[in-house]
């Protein structure tokens, strides 16, 4: 059996349809849905069981035996949190029980890092290193904090016999309907010129950067799962690494492929950058994917206009946006 948790997220759910494709349906799902239409996520995917994540461990007291890997996505992921320690007990604390249950088991340990954790990026995105990384927000350190701790248990053996962790870029893509501010400025995007037909935009507040001009790695969550699954299916090098594409876009790019997909001219308004994101704002960032393809990893990642077409036009334009 497969745990996976966040599983009625965006990208536990999708990863689950990816396994789904794949003909595994041994799955036990594992969240608590913050919002009032989450469980939509769930109605596509074939799934043995659903838990609340408090009830997580009990289960694995007396079931453990039968998990073959956990695959841990579940986490605060909103990037305003303040509460230290609820971000401490829901991205730290719980991501270290349930490694310990990993190592003590025998089973895989797959887990969600962020490149929030590389802050501005003034020491680069590169997976090689994390030493003197300095995330700009609490929910970036906390992610941190579990990497350094991962990284220390392996050091001195007390590991997973297989376990990675991943630091996703800008992920987008279907079932982060229930995000909100969080969701991907893509699903912004095209909310924004649906209801209103213009797309509004940060300006930029540094002289060296044009409006629209702020720069991402934006990775398609189909793409995300997929590596998810990859490493899933055989024995790969344990390690951190990046998810992304390895190619930094524009905002302007990303806003005006929305605009395409849904067959209108793109139009832009531009708006004030937010005084709680000033300071704390990435203005660029490109996952160094080169441990990722040297682990063996081949296969091509969607590019933003095929992503965005993809979402826009099978998922969002659709009565049943959820995949």
């Known amino acids: ?22 003909g595994r349906d041994d799955l036990l799902l594992v969240d608590r849905p913050t919002h009032p239409e989450q469980w939509q996520n769930l109605c596509h995917r074939t799934y043995a069981d659903y838990l609340d994540k408090d009830e997580l461990f009990p289960w694995l007291e007396r079931h453990g035996a039968q998990v073959e890997a956990v695959i841990h996505m579940g986490a605060i992921s909103d990037t305003t949190e303040r509460d230290w320690n609820r971000l401490l007990e829901a991205n730290l604390r719980y991501s270290q029980r349930l490694w310990q249950f990993c190592t003590q088991q025998g089973a895989t340990f797959l887990y969600a890092s962020s490149a929030a954790t590389y802050g501005n990026g003034e020491r680069g995105y590169s997976d090689a290193s994390i030493d003197g990384l300095r995330p700009l927000n609490a929910y970036g350190y906390s992610k941190h904090l579990f990497d350094q701790w991962a990284l220390r248990q392996a050091a001195a053996g007390h590991a997973p016999p297989r376990w990675a962790g991943f630091k996703f870029f800008n992920v987008y893509g279907p079932n982060e309907y229930h995000k909100g501010r969080m969701a991907s400025v893509a699903y912004h995007a095209f909310t924004q010129f649906r209801t209103g037909g213009t797309v509004r935009l940060f300006k930029s507040d540094r002289p ?3 409006d629209g001009m702020q720069l991402r790695d934006f990775v398609y969550v189909k793409d995300v799962a997929a590596v998810v699954a990859w490493f899933l299916a055989a024995p790969r090098p344990s390690a951190l ?4 594409t390895g190619q930094a876009r524009a905002f302007l790019d990303l806003a005006t492929a929305v605009m395409e997909s849904c067959g209108a001219r793109p139009h832009i308004t531009w708006i004030d950058m937010p005084d709680d994101l000033k300071g ?3 203005y660029y960032t490109q996952a160094d994917i080169g441990k990722l393809r040297a682990a063996g990893y081949d296969q091509p990642f969607h590019t933003l206009e095929e992503g965005i077409r993809d979402y826009v036009q099978n998922y969002l334009l659709q009565p049943d946006p959820y995949c």
């Open 280 to 282: 704390k704002y990435q």
């Open 1 to 22: 059996m497969i745990v996976i948790t966040g599983g009625a997220g965006m990208i536990g759910s999708i990863v689950a349809w990816q396994l789904n494709r794949q």
């Open 241 to 244: 690494y990046n998810v992304g």
């Open 208 to 210: 060296d950067v044009a």
